[in-house]
């Protein structure tokens, strides 16, 4: 039991840092790695509720969910690295523009031809 | 019984050169010195509990398992040491 | 037995604790890499004394996995040093051999 | 039990420290370090959960391939001047998220069975002895054959974004690599010994953990090493035999998927064929997922054919 506690308070801590990273940091790869840090979060909370079976053996569903969910986030990881890297050829930065402040008006026409 | 003892003398042993390693990476004053001290010690230290575990092995293959480990850091950590040494020289230090 | 071998993963778990304190401040980025070496060898002795402790063959394993792993962040490193992610401290001015 | 639950904490709060510098940490360089090693902790506090197989992933993900793609990418991305600030209300935010989830954890902290009862009965019909492998590749191969899908469909992305001319070029840089030198000999070293570690981990995944995940990515960062230590080289994206590597895998799970209609259902397998098909999805299963993780680190076509 004291593991799920221990592991699932960490985990639900780790959401918090990823999303206070998510949304201060402004560089691409760092919103990439905060949100792995959410994702990753997640899992160990999953993964410690799993682990609250009477006889302590961890249940297997969460388990092959959660592999699933490591590899498929390393996938989506490498592909938006490869948007990002794309996304500063064409744009010459490296974070999304603020909403509420748009680009002035030449720097969107020489986005527009690339 | 016996075997126990010599477990627990070996890991400890093993603690005294990781320890000792990591002071080493903390206190020494530039990378070439704290690479050395770093790749030697911690190594040594693995050797060390790793002997003390495969005196705790079951079968021949637990055995074989524990050097592979050992054997593979080992490479790991000679050809980082070459590697990064190399690349400080070219970043300047000293 | 247990609760000695507790003790020495705590006091290898101190020494991730310190190196992951010279990845953060480096100063150098070399520094940084060997940080999280000295972390990777540490993560091994770690789990081989969690395999003494749970006596389980998986743990092993993930052990042998990490080792066979171990030098990967750092070659990552010494190639992404060149603009083009391609170059190698052992070849001098970064010419072909 | 105090030891244990003392290594339990330690660990944890290791781990959420990590975390935090890795996303306070001035540098982008120095955030990726940090993050490298935060991979190498959760594979710990995974097998501390009595969940090895999952750390065997998150060792093999993070100490192998995170590591050569993230360093790549900061490398490649500008590092634009982004300091450290403290905003208030986005952290009173996380911090109301982080509270809500942690009451979470502290209200359904009371033990229950879960599944575990249903997969054990089912076990010995699953034709593996690993609950986890038996979850993946026969009770719920649904999610498995369309995740097996998705990294190709990651792959073809990342391909996508590649410059007119490059095409259907060479993924990664020409590597230079003094020849008998030190990365030179640990390339040419490293192989044979991580093609057996491979190979062990997929087949002990019939019976204890392991399986095709945690295998193709140990063969993905172990070819990835031979590339980087100028021992292989990556095909050009349209050589036919790589691409047919690729989808060998899914094709083959949907292919066993089809021949389970004839018994009932899509997706079953008889109990008598289920370990015999098993094997052969994890083995196939095991090179297309080692080749597609490799091909997405190397990235989009960086040089001509």
Redesign the interface.
């Known amino acids: 039991?004291?593991?799920?506690?221990?592991?699932?308070?960490?985990?639900?801590?780790?959401?918090?840092?990823?999303?206070?990273?998510f949304?201060?940091?402004?560089?691409?790869?760092?919103q990439i790695?905060?949100f792995?840090?959410i994702g990753?979060?997640l899992?160990?909370?999953f993964?410690?509720?799993?682990?609250?079976?009477?006889d302590?053996?961890?249940?297997?569903?969460?388990?092959?969910?959660?592999?699933?969910g490591?590899?498929?986030a390393?996938?989506?990881?490498?592909?938006a690295?490869?948007?990002?890297?794309?996304y500063?050829e064409l744009t010459g930065?490296?974070?999304l523009e603020e909403d509420s402040k748009p680009a002035p008006p030449d720097e969107q026409e020489s986005e527009l031809r690339g | 019984m016996i075997a126990d003892a010599v477990t627990v003398l070996l890991i400890g042993a093993g603690l005294f050169f990781f320890v000792a390693g990591t002071v080493g990476f903390v206190r020494f004053p530039d990378v070439h010195s704290r690479l050395h001290a770093l790749t030697k010690a911690d190594n040594l230290g693995l050797g060390l509990v790793v002997l003390g575990a495969a005196l705790q092995a079951p079968d021949a293959a637990t055995v074989l398992k524990l050097v592979l480990v050992w054997l593979l850091t080992l490479a790991a950590a000679a050809t980082v040491a070459q590697l990064l040494a190399r690349s400080a020289l070219e970043d300047g230090a000293p | 037995m247990t609760d000695l071998l507790y003790v020495a993963a705590l006091v290898i778990l101190a020494n991730v604790a310190v190196s992951a304190w010279r990845v953060l401040h480096g100063p150098a980025r070399a520094d940084r890499i060997m940080g999280a070496q000295l972390i990777g060898t540490s993560g091994v002795a770690l789990l081989v004394l969690l395999y003494l402790i749970h006596g389980s063959s998986g743990v092993l394993d993930l052990a042998l996995l990490l080792a066979l792993l171990a030098a990967f962040a750092a070659v990552g490193y010494v190639k992404s040093r060149s603009a083009d992610g391609a170059g190698d401290p052992e070849v001098a001015g970064g010419e072909d051999p | 039990m105090i030891a244990s639950a003392a290594f339990d904490i330690l660990l944890c709060l290791l781990i959420v420290t990590v975390a935090v510098g890795s996303v306070a940490a001035r540098d982008l360089f120095g955030a990726v370090a940090l993050y490298i090693v935060y991979g190498l902790l959760l594979a710990i506090g995974w097998v501390r959960l009595g969940a090895v197989d999952v750390g065997l992933a998150e060792g093999a993900i993070g100490a192998g391939l995170t590591g050569v793609l993230l360093l790549g990418a900061a490398a490649r991305l500008k590092a634009a001047p982004d300091p450290p600030r403290l905003r208030i209300v986005p952290l009173l935010l996380c911090l109301a998220v982080s509270l809500g989830l942690g009451a979470a954890v502290l209200s359904l902290s009371v033990p229950q069975p879960g599944l575990v009862p249903l997969v054990q009965e089912n076990l010995a019909a699953s034709g593996v002895g690993n609950p986890v492998t038996a979850v993946l590749l026969n009770f719920r191969g649904w999610d498995t054959l369309v995740e097996s899908v998705v990294l190709v469909v990651a792959l073809v992305g990342v391909w996508a974004l590649a410059p007119d001319d490059l095409w259907d070029g060479r993924p990664g840089a020409a590597q230079r690599v003094k020849r008998d030198a030190v990365l030179n000999t640990f390339g040419r070293l490293l192989p044979p010994v991580g093609l057996m570690v491979g190979i062990y981990i997929v087949w002990i995944g019939a019976y204890a953990p392991g399986g095709a995940f945690q295998a193709g990515t140990v063969l993905a960062a172990v070819w990835l090493l031979a590339i980087m230590a100028g021992v292989a080289e990556p095909p050009p994206v349209r050589r036919p035999l790589w691409r047919a590597l690729l989808v060998l895998g899914p094709a083959v799970f949907l292919l066993a998927g089809l021949h389970g209609t004839l018994w009932g259902a899509f997706m079953s397998f008889a109990p008598a064929k289920a370990k015999t098909m098993i094997m052969a999805i994890e083995f196939t299963l095991t090179l297309s997922i080692a080749v597609t993780l490799a091909m997405l680190v190397l990235g989009r076509p960086r040089r001509p054919a």
């Open positions: 039991m004291t593991a799920t506690l221990v592991y699932g308070l960490a985990g639900s801590v780790l959401v918090g840092v990823g999303l206070y990273g949304a201060v940091r402004r560089h691409l790869l760092r790695l905060a792995n840090i990753s979060g899992f160990l909370l993964g410690a509720l799993a682990r609250r079976t009477p302590g053996t961890s249940d297997p569903v969460p388990q092959a969910m959660i592999i699933t490591i590899v498929v390393f996938a989506a990881t490498a592909l690295e490869a948007l990002a890297e794309r500063q930065r490296t974070a």
